[in-house]
């Protein structure tokens, strides 16, 4: 069984940055695919950004693009979402999730391990 740890989060000033990271307990063909959603209270689900780890291919929702950075370490055990110039409305509770490859990579229902979440305010 694939556990994911999520550590990070916090809140923030807007503009700031924060870091969030995932300790992948283990390599599979379903932590190919490595993403992170963010879900706002009242709202859904939405796919934030992911790297498909057999190739780098990184993928990003169009409202983080330029802002928001994922990466993984050279083992693919730890992936991070690197975020910058933070906004209020990246408000969420973030999620890091490991899927197989060949998803709709921001389609939750594409991943099948979930992290704990860690909540990120920004918010002067």
């Known amino acids: 069984q694939v556990q994911l740890v999520q550590s990070g989060g916090g809140s923030v000033q807007p503009g700031g940055s924060l870091v969030l990271s995932c300790t992948v307990s283990?390599?599979?063909?379903?932590?190919?695919?490595m993403g992170w959603f963010r879900q706002a209270p009242g709202k859904e689900r939405e796919g934030v950004a992911t790297?498909?780890?057999?190739?780098?291919?990184?993928y990003y929702a169009d409202s983080v693009k330029g802002r928001f950075t994922v990466s993984t370490d050279n083992t693919k055990n730890l992936v991070f979402l690197q975020m910058n110039s933070l906004k209020p409305e990246d408000t969420a509770m973030y999620y890091c999730a490991a899927g197989p490859g060949g998803i709709v990579w921001d389609s939750a229902a594409g991943y099948k391990y979930w992290g704990q979440g860690a909540q990120v305010t920004v918010s002067s």
């Open positions: 790297v498909y780890t057999p190739t780098g291919g990184l």
């Open positions: 283990e390599r599979s063909s379903y932590t190919e695919s």
